[in-house]
């Protein structure tokens, strides 16, 4: 009798179970999942708006952060450092929950993204690093990227293998983590292959024309250039107009967020390889990395993740359909 009874309380308890299954159960963390980010506000701080990268990260910010109810809102220097930094000082002020910053060097707003957190904002920064470390970094391996430049070179331009041995960098401002950090691996690379000769190292300050006058000039002074290497593409279409127009054959590598320009500049010939760090991936990454530390909430400044943007590397021979990104997506 009791085996008999104990076989129908368990069969009752499975009718039950099968009953609640049937109307469906309540995930227990959505609720607090929800209830992280209502009211919660994120400030994006570029170098500028108007451009690919800057554009496509605040659309695709605005895309997974505001249908969680949180407030985006950008505070744009248009190049200006100081008013960067102002802008930053003020928001310590108003006490957002998160800053996002774009950092035109690896100095100028270190002391202030310190005394953010330290005011109890996190701080995420995107692409360019400060030399002081915050809540996040979301960007390139400049240095890694630079070192796949370097060797690159050395493939199509050393004498062993056919080419003249000279190769030109433009850079874009020097105190820019992805200017110093690049270089560094530039030279990490090259400092072990003394048959390649840097005939040009320059900075263009991200400037289209400048690039050009470098390279019109470089080309003059070495009519037998072989490899250039540039650090974004959009400043690089001047790097390779002045190629076109001198009628040379360089080896022109860029990098860039994967806009659409992108992919057209391969396919027209202009560029020979870009290296993209791809951008509505970046602004996905920021997201999480925001909502995660909404929703664990530690001390601003006792946590340092860095993500690492994966490259990809595409030529005109191996880009395909949907490779590069359109800013009319929005993220």
Same mark, same amino acid.
């Given at each position: 009798?009791?085996?008999?009874?104990?076989?129908?309380?368990?069969?009752?308890?499975?009718?039950?179970?099968?009953?609640?299954?049937?109307?469906?159960?309540?995930?227990?963390?959505?609720?607090?999942?929800?209830?992280?980010?209502?009211?919660?506000?994120?400030?994006?701080?570029?170098?500028?708006m108007?451009?690919?990268?800057?554009?496509?990260?605040?659309?695709? /910010?605005?895309?997974?952060? !505001?249908? /969680?109810?949180?407030?985006?809102?950008?505070?744009?220097?248009?190049?200006?450092?100081?008013?960067?930094?102002?802008?930053?000082?003020?928001? +310590? !002020?108003?006490?957002?929950?998160?800053?996002?910053?774009?950092?035109?060097d690896v100095?100028?707003?270190?002391?202030?993204? %310190?005394?953010?957190?330290?005011?109890?904002?996190?701080?995420?920064? =995107?692409?360019?690093?400060?030399?002081?470390?915050?809540?996040?970094? +979301?960007?390139?391996?400049?240095?890694?990227?630079?070192?796949? /430049?370097?060797?690159?070179?050395?493939e %199509? $331009?050393?004498?062993?293998?056919?080419?003249?041995?000279?190769?030109? +960098?433009?850079?874009?401002?020097?105190?820019?983590?992805?200017?110093?950090y690049?270089?560094?691996?530039?030279?990490?690379?090259?400092s072990?292959?003394?048959?390649?000769? =840097?005939?040009?190292?320059?900075?263009?300050?991200?400037?289209a024309?400048?690039?050009?006058?470098?390279?019109?000039?470089?080309? @003059?002074q070495?009519?037998?250039? $072989?490899?250039?290497?540039?650090?974004?593409?959009v400043?690089?279409?001047?790097?390779?107009?002045?190629?076109?127009?001198?009628?040379?054959?360089?080896? /022109?590598?860029?990098?860039?967020?994967?806009? @659409?320009?992108? $992919?057209?500049?391969?396919?027209k010939?202009?560029?020979?390889?870009v290296?993209?760090?791809?951008?509505?991936?970046?602004?996905?990454?920021?997201?999480?990395?925001?909502?995660?530390?909404?929703?664990?909430?530690?001390?601003?400044?006792?946590?340092?993740?860095?993500?690492f943007?994966?490259?990809?590397?595409?030529?005109?021979?191996?880009? %395909?359909?949907?490779? $590069?990104?359109?800013?009319?997506?929005?993220?």
């Amino acid at each position: 009798m009791r085996s008999v009874k104990a076989l129908l309380l368990a069969a009752a308890i499975g009718l039950i179970g099968t009953t609640a299954m049937a109307d469906g159960i309540d995930d227990p963390a959505r609720a607090s999942y929800y209830d992280a980010f209502k009211g919660k506000r994120v400030a994006y701080v570029p170098v500028a708006m108007g451009f690919d990268l800057t554009e496509g990260w605040a659309a695709g /910010l605005r895309k997974y952060l !505001e249908p /969680l109810g949180i407030k985006f809102e950008v505070r744009d220097p248009n190049w200006s450092t100081d008013a960067g930094a102002q802008a930053i000082t003020s928001l +310590i !002020e108003e006490k957002p929950d998160v800053i996002v910053v774009h950092n035109p060097d690896v100095q100028s707003y270190a002391k202030l993204l %310190k005394k953010a957190e330290q005011a109890g904002i996190y701080v995420v920064q =995107v692409n360019m690093r400060s030399s002081y470390s915050t809540d996040a970094f +979301i960007g390139a391996d400049y240095v890694g990227m630079g070192e796949y /430049l370097g060797n690159r070179l050395v493939e %199509k $331009c050393s004498p062993a293998n056919g080419g003249s041995g000279k190769v030109s +960098i433009t850079q874009g401002v020097l105190t820019a983590a992805a200017s110093a950090y690049q270089m560094k691996g530039i030279e990490n690379v090259l400092s072990q292959h003394p048959e390649i000769k =840097v005939v040009s190292n320059q900075a263009a300050d991200w400037d289209a024309t400048k690039a050009r006058t470098i390279m019109a000039t470089a080309l @003059q002074q070495n009519p037998d250039l $072989c490899g250039a290497v540039g650090f974004w593409d959009v400043m690089d279409v001047g790097t390779a107009s002045a190629i076109k127009e001198a009628g040379k054959n360089v080896y /022109l590598i860029t990098q860039g967020g994967g806009n @659409q320009a992108a $992919c057209d500049n391969l396919e027209k010939g202009l560029f020979s390889e870009v290296v993209v760090y791809h951008v509505p991936s970046q602004a996905r990454d920021m997201a999480d990395m925001i909502k995660s530390l909404l929703q664990n909430k530690p001390k601003p400044g006792e946590t340092h993740t860095t993500l690492f943007t994966p490259l990809t590397i595409l030529t005109k021979d191996t880009m %395909k359909p949907g490779d $590069c990104w359109s800013l009319d997506a929005k993220g």
